[in-house]
């Protein structure tokens, strides 16, 4: 059964740059099939999808984050991660990674969630 | 993008009855092959969301059939039927159709 767990640090100060990383166990995630994910819960508000990672090298982001993310994967240690720059509070959220089925959704593993809080 | 729009923002139903959650598209989710590309995902409180329904009406595994997914073209509905104690939480619809994938809003879900 595949999990997947978040880590990263908690606090990122404005302006500097957020970086998690994914681990996955019982599931490979250079072997292709499936889609790799970020999406974030802001508190009090809704879902936002980050992008995917296909393949360890094709990926996709959301428009709405203007550039500021990129996403990388260690098929050694079964890692993918999420680099977001620039950060400000409005990047405060509950940051999951997701296995998706494919590219038009399906998220059928998330892991737990990791908060992540922008201030100084 | 594809514009979600959930409705009702919340719902409270006593144990045993039905609920009914509906998600409108701003385009049709139907894809020239005849797939409408909607989940539906419940997030309980503390924890990550759960996939219920995939591909409009079909259940994800373990998912009881008191969960119905339905729906086509822009209007797409979650019903579920004997409403329990383990249903409370967030209820999302998202379409995926094409990039950006896009959630709607969220339903809460409480037991009177």
């Known amino acids: 059964q595949v999990q997947l767990q978040e880590s990263g640090p908690g606090l990122v100060k404005p302006s500097q740059v957020l970086s998690l990383t994914c681990t996955v166990s019982?599931?490979?995630?250079?072997?292709?099939?499936?889609?790799w994910n970020w999406i974030r819960h802001f508190p009090g508000k809704g879902l936002e999808w980050i992008g995917y990672?296909?393949?360890?090298?094709?990926?996709y982001y959301n428009p709405s984050l203007k550039g500021r993310v990129a996403f990388s994967a260690d098929t050694s240690t079964n890692q993918f991660s999420l680099n977001l720059t620039s950060v400000t509070a409005a990047d405060t959220a509950l940051y999951f990674c997701a296995r998706m089925m494919g590219s038009r959704g399906v998220a059928d593993s998330w892991g737990h969630g990791i908060l992540v809080t922008v201030s100084s | 993008e594809i514009v979600m729009t959930q409705s009702p923002l919340s719902l409270v139903v006593a144990p045993g009855e039905s609920a009914s959650i509906s998600c409108r598209s701003s385009q049709s989710l139907l894809h020239r092959n005849g797939n409408s590309y909607v989940d539906w995902y419940l997030q309980r409180p503390g924890q990550a969301p759960q996939l219920l329904v995939y591909?409009?009406?079909n259940r994800a595994s373990g998912v009881p059939d008191r969960f119905t997914g339905s729906g086509s073209g822009t209007f797409f509905t979650l019903e579920i039927t004997t409403v329990e104690a383990d249903d409370i939480g967030f209820y999302y619809c998202?379409?995926?159709?094409?990039?950006?994938?896009?959630f709607g809003g969220g339903t809460r879900l409480e037991i009177k």
């Open positions: 990672m296909f393949n360890t090298g094709h990926t």
């Open positions: 019982g599931n490979s995630i250079g072997r292709g099939g499936y889609y």
């Open positions: 998202m379409q995926g159709l094409e990039p950006p994938l896009t």
């Open positions: 591909l409009t009406s």
